[in-house]
Nanobody, 120 residues
Framework: QVQLVEIGGGLVEAGASLRVSCAAS???????MGWFRQAPGKEREFIAS????????DYADSVKARFTISRDNADNTMSIQMNSRKPEDTAVYYC??????????????WGQGTQVTVSS
């Protein structure tokens, strides 16, 4: 089992940067991790994923070149650095984990989510 807690979030102005982290506990070895978000009235969407070693990442086209995912296995944390924020980035952001390779779906463990609001 893996427990996940998102840290960070809040209100930022358009164009500003924000870093949201995810603290993992439990049996975290060999987990792939990912970030998802859900905007009001929309389905949850994949944002980024990273493998256990941290050397393979994947991004949705909507955030590519603006967001950077990283992880520190020594601290059991994963983060996403979000630059050049846009109002359409407003959503609840979730971290997720799964055993095996990183994918854009099929994650087993989820955090409770953190609200990120971008003002125009």
């Amino acid at each position: 089992q893996v427990q996940l807690v998102e840290i960070g979030g809040g209100l930022v102005e358009a164009g500003a940067s924000l870093r949201v982290s995810c603290a993992a506990s439990g049996y975290t070895s060999n987990t792939a991790m990912g970030w998802f978000r859900q905007a009001p009235g929309k389905e949850r969407e994949f944002i980024a994923s990273i493998n256990w070693a941290g050397d393979s990442v994947d991004y949705a086209d909507s955030v590519k070149a603006r967001f950077t995912i990283s992880r520190d296995n020594a601290d059991n944390t994963m983060s996403i650095q979000m630059n050049s924020r846009k109002p359409e980035d407003t959503a609840v952001y979730y971290c997720a984990a799964r055993y095996g390779p990183p994918l854009r779906d099929f994650y087993t463990f989820w955090g409770q989510g953190t609200q990120v609001t971008v003002s125009s």
